[in-house]
């Protein structure tokens, strides 16, 4: 699901500002931007996000700001720095007969034994600000989800229901099938008889009507599919994490009326069929943003 939080919190040395953004995607995926030096603190801020959000992708931006300067730790390597100053003693006193070399001219040369390494961070003072943060910013965006899926809850409902209708007027259909079926039948036998002044044989009319009758009969589909249907409604009432469940739900759906599709020739139902499986796509493409 779509949404956007962000939290900022101090406590007076450490000022951090979390930034979240979800867009709609079938599985979780994180991408955390946050600076170097506080990037031991990573893993807890995913964690923190995880417990929250469950599915789409996650952007998360983190920000953090200094109060007072904290201790710099520098590193010299002496023995690449005594190599450095002996060969340009060498070559000091060989061409230009000059004195030592100094510092400074060591240092316009190279700096390579010179190294400055981010200060230590400690992570049982920091993370409470982060993980403040986060939370503010997990707030914020879960409002504004829980907005977007109050608008998700109410047109899938509005497709259960319309496809509640469809399958109710498939089931209608199955008498006017076999009659119709009878029909024609009968039409054909009569015209390939009346030439031979035959008599049409009812009990074979009636057995043809009867195979025809269990090839095309789709009473068991409907009845699964009637189930999904109230399945559907039970699953979006209901709580906690129901996306990959609709998932399920949707294909069984799918295959039950693809299933009758191939059952009929029926022009109505190839007709409701088509319209069923257009909201099953709809649906389909929304339950893509429900955890």
Same mark, same amino acid.
């Given at each position: !699901?779509? %949404? =956007?939080?962000?939290?900022?919190?101090?406590?007076?040395?450490?000022?951090?500002?979390?930034?979240?953004? +979800?867009?709609?995607?079938? =599985?979780?995926?994180?991408?955390?931007? !946050?600076?170097?030096?506080?990037?031991?603190? *990573?893993?807890?801020?995913?964690? &923190?996000?995880?417990?929250?959000?469950?599915?789409?992708?996650?952007?998360?931006?983190?920000?953090?700001?200094?109060?007072?300067?904290? $201790?710099?730790?520098?590193?010299?390597?002496? *023995?690449?720095? *005594?190599?450095?100053?002996?060969?340009? @003693?060498?070559?000091?006193?060989?061409?230009? %007969?000059?004195?030592?070399?100094?510092?400074?001219?060591?240092?316009?040369?190279?700096?390579?034994?010179?190294?400055?390494? $981010? $200060?230590?961070?400690?992570? *049982?003072?920091?993370? $409470?600000?982060?993980?403040?943060?986060?939370?503010?910013?997990?707030?914020?965006?879960?409002?504004?989800? @829980?907005?977007?899926?109050?608008?998700?809850?109410?047109?899938?409902?509005?497709? &259960?229901?319309?496809?509640?209708?469809?399958?109710?007027?498939?089931?209608?259909?199955?008498?006017?099938?076999?009659?119709?079926?009878?029909?024609?039948?009968?039409?054909?036998?009569?015209?390939?008889?009346?030439?031979?002044?035959?008599?049409?044989?009812?009990?074979?009319?009636?057995?043809?009507?009867?195979?025809? &009758?269990?090839? +095309?009969?789709?009473?068991?589909?409907?009845?699964?599919?009637?189930?999904?249907?109230?399945?559907?409604?039970?699953?979006?009432?209901?709580? %906690?994490?129901?996306?990959?469940?609709?998932?399920?739900?949707?294909?069984?759906?799918?295959?039950?009326?693809?299933?009758?599709?191939?059952?009929?020739?029926?022009?109505?139902?190839?007709?409701?069929?088509?319209?069923?499986?257009?909201?099953?796509?709809?649906?389909?493409?929304?339950?893509?943003?429900?955890?």
């Amino acid at each position: !699901m779509t %949404g =956007f939080g962000s939290g900022t919190y101090s406590d007076g040395k450490l000022s951090v500002c979390v930034e979240i953004k +979800s867009v709609n995607q079938r =599985f979780l995926e994180l991408n955390v931007r !946050m600076p170097h030096a506080y990037m031991v603190l *990573e893993d807890k801020l995913r964690q &923190a996000v995880k417990k929250v959000i469950h599915r789409g992708k996650v952007d998360i931006y983190v920000t953090v700001a200094e109060q007072g300067l904290r $201790p710099q730790s520098f590193c010299i390597d002496y *023995e690449a720095l *005594e190599a450095c100053k002996t060969a340009l @003693d060498v070559a000091k006193a060989r061409f230009f %007969g000059e004195k030592e070399a100094t510092l400074s001219e060591i240092m316009t040369l190279t700096t390579d034994w010179f190294t400055q390494e $981010p $200060p230590l961070i400690d992570e *049982e003072e920091c993370w $409470p600000v982060f993980e403040k943060s986060v939370t503010m910013a997990l707030d914020a965006i879960t409002i504004m989800r @829980d907005r977007e899926g109050e608008t998700i809850h109410t047109d899938l409902f509005k497709r &259960a229901d319309t496809m509640e209708e469809h399958i109710e007027c498939i089931a209608s259909r199955k008498e006017r099938i076999l009659a119709a079926y009878e029909e024609r039948l009968r039409r054909r036998v009569i015209k390939l008889l009346e030439p031979m002044n035959l008599q049409i044989d009812e009990a074979r009319i009636l057995q043809e009507v009867a195979v025809f &009758a269990d090839k +095309s009969d789709f009473t068991e589909e409907v009845v699964r599919f009637r189930s999904h249907v109230l399945q559907l409604k039970k699953l979006l009432n209901g709580n %906690g994490d129901i996306g990959r469940s609709l998932d399920f739900l949707i294909q069984e759906m799918n295959r039950e009326t693809n299933t009758i599709g191939s059952k009929t020739q029926d022009l109505e139902v190839t007709e409701t069929v088509l319209l069923i499986k257009n909201e099953l796509e709809k649906v389909r493409e929304q339950i893509q943003n429900i955890e």
